[in-house]
């Protein structure tokens, strides 16, 4: 059974649609909220449910809520772990 994209609202075939933030897009809608750029699995940011590019991603600290990362979560939790062994050895 084919979904509906939650951008345009036109169906989605497997082959072009991508889930992501409990949505289903077609690749090409998934875009920022901001200034319409087309984004993908790493590029996004995504706050209160709503895609952003990095460029235009909200200031979280004026906003207070939900966040979720695309492709960077994986460097920020690289860099967490990399702060946290320098601070282990600075302890020695």
């Known amino acids: 059974m084919s979904e509906k994209c939650f951008a345009c609202g036109k ?4 082959t ?7 949505r289903v897009y077609h690749k090409r809608c998934f875009r ?13 940011r995504a706050l209160d449910g709503n895609p952003y590019c990095r460029a235009h991603y909200p200031n979280v600290s004026e ?3 939900q ?3 695309g492709g960077g979560q ?3 939790v690289q860099e967490e772990v990399e702060e946290e062994i320098n601070n282990e050895d600075l302890e020695l």
Do not use: D, F, R
């Not at 169906?11 to 497997?14: H, P, R």
């Not at 072009?16 to 409990?22: P, S, T, V, Y």
């Not at 319409?36 to 996004?44: F, H, Q, R, T």
């Open 74 to 76: 994986e460097e920020q």
């Open 16 to 22: 072009e649609q991508l889930k992501i933030l409990n």
């Open 11 to 14: 169906t989605v075939y497997v």
């Open 67 to 69: 966040m979720n990362y």
């Open 32 to 44: 920022c909220k901001v200034c319409n750029c087309v984004l993908n699995m790493k590029s996004y």
């Open 63 to 65: 906003h207070g809520a």
